[in-house]
């Protein structure tokens, strides 16, 4: 396979404020056309050119600085023409920020039963027009140059993170004909970054292989792709950890689909900057709230008549305004309800990302994630994989 | 509570300030004027964040008791009220029998009790468990309890029965007021029956006059109720049959045209549930109510904000209802799109990156287009029923300023003019 010859045009630059002197973890500032973001960062899903029925300036308030928008969906409702039309996504949903597409082929493999991939592209059929169409990496850098994100990702070779045999090393290797495919389709590198994304399933041969190659690419950013799709914890944080120590240290590095609060933490100390995933908000339509120790479903009985807030600690508008009694009767009846629980949802992600942060620049994330898990498993019943994961960058939960 | 009249004379309608109301006692609204109509105490489809964002957003929280009835142990144990309960404590708390917003399944009322829908199904309340309810509620005002099931083909006997109900029902609320110690701060609403009998009407408004309530809803008058030509006669008449330094209520009457013909009979209170039902069907109040300046309306109206779309696109070309304004049709489906809105999900907005309201200055309109709208609504997202709501609340009370503002400057005609440009 060859390598590229010249270095790749970025728009975005990293700078690193502090690095954990015992994990990977590391704090930076990543300059995208639109926003400075903190990383650290986590990035809400608003598929469809928005945000569960939150407005931009409630993103705003809640410090949301890069969020994410599907390919796939954008592509068909409103559609590439309309939203080149309307100067891309930031101006058809009056989000200033900074935003980031998917490629769009995971949601075909996903929610498509006809999806079929070949070394062309992904041939799927319009749920919409019935018409077959077929998504190829040139086609999917269009679509996203259209949309006008500040990092475009790559079309890659997805397969469910359970695969094994030979399926596992076609989709690696056809990942990275479909990454120089994409950088040879580019046509805006000075406004948009383009990702790429590592493959290689559970298996550190094909991980490090892909990895190893992709970098060679010089792309602007890199994430760690094919993860979070029910696979042991033990073989996704080999994976992720394996992903951090082949990346260059100077480019942001990106965990997909990783949202839940114990993996952010870990993930964060074996060096990953970015994360994405759909589950603050999409469980908040379920009705449940995010806390510390996990969620509170609030449509259950109990909270029927608990008058305290979601959580005492958290100063976003619905703990301030709400009650859990309150929450118990709209839920599941006002869609109101699905709004209230949706900011605290992200008011609990962007605090925690915040806090992270800062016990990074205080050199002292260490006793951060400690405190964090105690909380989580106040018995000190830690699961094997966070021991072996947390020991892997020198933090002891025992000690 | 008080309710002070600025103008005597019946025509061309009442300006009036309403004040000192319950618990709240240095709160005033200027009449004509509507409630804020809620869902458990939340604005449909706002946090409270959101609407509080919204100018012109009326003192009086309307709480339909349907919406809230099944938590009543909850705010017995809560013990604060609803206001408190709901996240907004200073509010000005109206409760109403019925659920103004939705339509009520009819046949279901008996001797003893009124039967409401709630979300987990129908609710029978009699005066005992409606009194129960308000107790654990702590409104400040409160509509009697009423039986106003007399759908338009109701019998006359029917219709003398609901009369004698309210008026029994009213009378418990009234001697509940002394009983009570919970209730003893709580102003009472009578309501007024007898759906399209003028000597029902009579007896309901002269009865209902004879007590001491705090103010007169004049209940059954929404259009679908109520044949057009017999609709407003009989409004005037009952309207000539109250005392007028009460505020009387109109329920789930919010039509424009139709909210100042009432005004200029005498009404002085509305709700909001007409741009509640618009941003249900996916539109969005365009109706010009502006006067930019004394100049002849037609030469107005191409530069006042509202206008230079409404005309246009109110008549659209989606085959949507086209309400009629004088009596010449039935239009009376909550469905029905009127010529007063816009409908967003329309295939000529997709492209249409201008706002919704040229010039409005709701959040909607400052930040938004009709195109990012239209693909709101085509995929299904909760943030289209957010920007309309949004929008068609700040329209309409907006309009109420201007209803004001035309009968402290006796511009009602122009205003009229203004308003029927969109038929």
Redesign the interface.
Known sequence: MAAPMTKMPSALSLEILAECSTTKARTCKLELPHQTVDTPVFMPVGT???????????LEQLNCQLILGNTY?LGM??GPE?LE??GGLHK???WKRALLTDSGGFQMVSLLELAEITEEGVKFQSPYTKEEMLLTPEKSVEIQANIGADIIMQLDDVVHSLTTGPRVEEAMYRSIRWLDRCIAAQKRPREQNLFAIIQGGLDTRLRTICAKEMVKRDTPGYAIGGLSGGEEKDYFWKMVTLSTDILPREKPRYCMGVGYAVDLVVCCALGVDMYDCVFPTRTARFGSALVKTGQLHLNQKQY??D?RPIDENCDC??CK???R??L???AG????A???IS?HNLKFQMDLMRDIRQAIIDDRYPAFIKDYMKTVYPAGDYPTWLRDSLASVNVDLNS | MKFNLHNTQRAPGRLATFSELGRHGNTSMETPGCLLYT??G?????????LSGIEGVPLVTQIPLPT?VE?S??LE??GQGVAA????PDTVVCTCTQDPGKSTPTGFNDKKSVSVWA?GGRKKLTLEGFLDLQEVLQPDLMEALSDGDTPADSSSKRVKKSVDRTLEFLDGCLDAKQSRQELRDVEVLGVIEGSELLEERLRSARETAKRPVAGYVLDGFHEESMEERTRWSIMKAVLNEIPEDKPRFLPRVGRPDEVLRAVELGVDIFDSTFPYEATERGCALVFSYALASPLPNDAVSRHTPASASSVDDCLGDDGGTVCDFDGQGENGDLNSRTVYEMKLSDQRF??D?TAVVEGCQC?CCV???R??IN??I??K???A???LMIHNFHHFFQFFQSVRKALRDGTMQRLKAEINKCR
């Open positions: 469809q050119g928005t945000m569960k029925g939150l407005t931009t300036s409630q969906h409702r409103p309309l039309k309307a058809f949903m009056n029927a008549k008058f508008s619905t305004q709400h009650t009694a309150y118990n009767t709209i009846r006002e869609s109101v699905c709004q209230l900011v | 869902r458990c939340s604005a449909p489809n706002l946090s409270h964040d959101l809230i938590s142990d909850v144990a809560f309960f709901s996240g907004r979300a997709v492209e990156f959040y930040n938004h287009t195109a990012y693909h709101l085509n995929a997202e909760l943030l029923g957010v920007l």
